[in-house]
């Protein structure tokens, strides 16, 4: 959705098009990586097993070191993890769990023709109370006091018409490079259906409208960590244009 409402040039090279990326942005890879490594840490693969994981999956030297810096923050969050766990009744810890939902709001399995929204969730913990926690890791600049995402209420749908039994869930954003995790308030199914049900079908129309047009190029800064942006006309003006003024107009 976010990328149809961006630039619907992008959803169509992406997800109509199916064309592979044709350059992976270095933040993406990284970002891929410290997820493999923070999974499969979860998992309860040892440390320095789960981090040469994630660090294989880089090969570019300053990448690495990139790399290097963030994993500093995966034992602090598992070993923050195991006292969570330790403290409360956990039922079920998923990691990397897929959901989706029919245009009903009804669970449906991820890859079933009729899922109209799909997620995966990075971690997710069920508790023998019939609470959830969903964390959501994020490798880039944290944005401090930032509301939570779409993307976050996305998945409190997911979750509240996947686990019909749950009465009450928290969403966190768990940013690797801070060693922060930063919660919501605690959200009850009511929230979940009266208010972000809603909003979620608005977004999803806003998209769908901004798409419907056909490959509407719409650049901007983002241009510079689009993957296509060598296959985008928009984006050569964006970026190469020359700009030419003349030395004796005092106006310049
Ligand atoms: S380079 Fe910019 S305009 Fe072109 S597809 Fe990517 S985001 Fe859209």
Same mark, same amino acid.
């Given at each position: 959705?976010?990328?149809?409402?961006?630039?619907?040039?992008?959803?169509?090279?992406?997800?109509?098009?199916?064309?592979?990326?044709?350059?992976?942005?270095?933040?993406?890879?990284?970002?891929?990586?410290?997820?493999?490594?923070?999974?499969?840490?979860?998992?309860?693969?040892?440390?320095?097993?789960?981090?040469?994981?994630?660090?294989?999956?880089?090969?570019?030297?300053?990448?690495?070191?990139?790399?290097?810096?963030?994993?500093?923050?995966?034992?602090?969050?598992?070993?923050?993890?195991?006292?969570?766990?330790?403290?409360?009744?956990?039922?079920?810890?998923?990691?990397?769990?897929? !959901? &989706? /939902?029919? *245009?009903?709001?009804?669970?449906?399995?991820? #890859?079933?023709? $009729?899922?109209?929204?799909?997620?995966?969730?990075?971690?997710?913990?069920?508790?023998?109370?019939?609470?959830?926690?969903?964390?959501?890791?994020?490798?880039?600049?944290?944005?401090?006091?930032?509301?939570?995402?779409?993307?976050?209420?996305?998945?409190?749908?997911?979750?509240?018409?996947?686990?019909?039994?749950?009465?009450?869930?928290?969403?966190?954003?768990?940013?690797?490079?801070?060693?922060?995790?930063?919660?919501?308030?605690?959200?009850?199914?009511?929230?979940?259906?009266?208010?972000?049900?809603?909003?979620?079908?608005?977004?999803?129309?806003?998209?769908? !409208? &901004? /798409?419907? *047009?056909?490959?509407?190029?719409?650049?901007? #800064?983002?241009? $510079?960590?689009?993957?296509?942006?060598?296959?985008?006309?928009?984006?050569?003006?964006?970026?190469?244009?020359?700009?030419?003024?003349?030395?004796?107009?005092?106006?310049?």
């Amino acid at each position: 959705m976010a990328t149809a409402l961006r630039c619907p040039r992008l959803f169509h090279f992406r997800y109509v098009e199916k064309i592979p990326e044709p350059e992976v942005m270095p933040e993406a890879r990284i970002g891929k990586a410290v997820h493999t490594a923070l999974e499969a840490a979860l998992l309860g693969t040892p440390l320095a097993e789960a981090t040469s994981k994630g660090r294989a999956k880089l090969t570019d030297e300053l990448e690495q070191t990139r790399f290097d810096q963030l994993s500093t923050g995966i034992a602090p969050f598992v070993e923050r993890i195991g006292q969570f766990r330790r403290r409360r009744r956990v039922g079920r810890q998923l990691v990397e769990y897929k !959901l &989706a /939902v029919r *245009d009903d709001m009804s669970a449906t399995q991820f #890859y079933a023709g $009729d899922a109209y929204f799909r997620g995966i969730v990075d971690a997710a913990y069920l508790f023998d109370d019939d609470t959830l926690a969903v964390v959501d890791h994020k490798s880039g600049v944290r944005w401090v006091g930032s509301a939570m995402s779409d993307q976050m209420e996305g998945y409190a749908v997911l979750a509240i018409s996947t686990w019909r039994n749950v009465r009450r869930l928290w969403l966190g954003l768990h940013w690797v490079a801070e060693r922060a995790v930063e919660w919501t308030r605690p959200l009850e199914p009511g929230e979940v259906t009266e208010r972000l049900v809603p909003n979620l079908l608005d977004n999803i129309e806003a998209a769908a !409208l &901004a /798409v419907s *047009d056909g490959p509407r190029t719409n650049p901007g #800064y983002w241009c $510079d960590r689009c993957a296509y942006r060598t296959m985008c006309p928009a984006s050569r003006e964006q970026r190469f244009e020359p700009v030419y003024y003349d030395e004796d107009d005092d106006d310049l």
